[in-house]
Nanobody
Framework: QVELVESGGGLVQPGDSLRLSCAASGVTFDLQVMAWFRQAPGKEREFVSGSSRIGGNTYYADSVKGRFTISRDSAKNTVYLQMNGLKPEDTAVYYC?????????????????WGQGTQVTVSS
C-alpha cells in the first residue's frame, strides 16, 4: 500500500521560510519521480517542483525558481521542499505526488499517488 504523508506547513509572514516534508512508504523510493504541487482556493492544482529518480534532474515552476529547493533523502524515503522568501501568492495546500515512470511531468494526471496535503499560509 502506497502512502505519502506531508508535513511542515503553517502560517508564516512574507519573507519567511518553511520546509515541507513528504515521507513515502510502499514504494521503491529511489525509482520514483517525486513532485510537489499546490492548489490555491478557486484555482487548479499546479506543478511546483519535481525530482527525477535518484541522481537525476530537478525542475521548478518559474514562479518559485530561485526561492524553492527540492531534495530527497533515500535513507528516510523522504522528499523535501525548502521554501525561502515566501510570498502571499504562495499560499495554498501543498501536495506531494509520485510516479514510477521516469521523467518529471508537469501535469497532475501523470502521478498515480498523492498525499493528503499540507496548508501553507503566507500573510502579514
Amino acid at each position: 500500500q502506497v502512502e505519502l504523508v506531508e508535513s511542515g506547513g503553517g502560517l508564516v509572514q512574507p519573507g519567511d521560510s518553511l520546509r515541507l516534508s513528504c515521507a513515502a512508504s510502499g514504494v521503491t523510493f529511489d525509482l520514483q519521480v517525486m513532485a510537489w504541487f499546490r492548489q490555491a482556493p478557486g484555482k487548479e492544482r499546479e506543478f511546483v517542483s519535481g525530482s527525477s529518480r535518484i541522481g537525476g534532474n530537478t525542475y521548478y515552476a518559474d514562479s518559485v525558481k530561485g526561492r524553492f529547493t527540492i531534495s530527497r533523502d533515500s535513507a528516510k524515503n523522504t522528499v523535501y521542499l525548502q521554501m525561502n522568501g515566501l510570498k502571499p501568492e504562495d499560499t495554498a495546500v501543498y501536495y506531494c505526488a509520485c510516479r514510477s515512470r521516469d521523467g518529471v511531468v508537469f501535469t497532475t494526471k501523470a502521478y498515480g499517488y498523492w498525499g493528503q496535503g499540507t496548508q501553507v499560509t503566507v500573510s502579514s
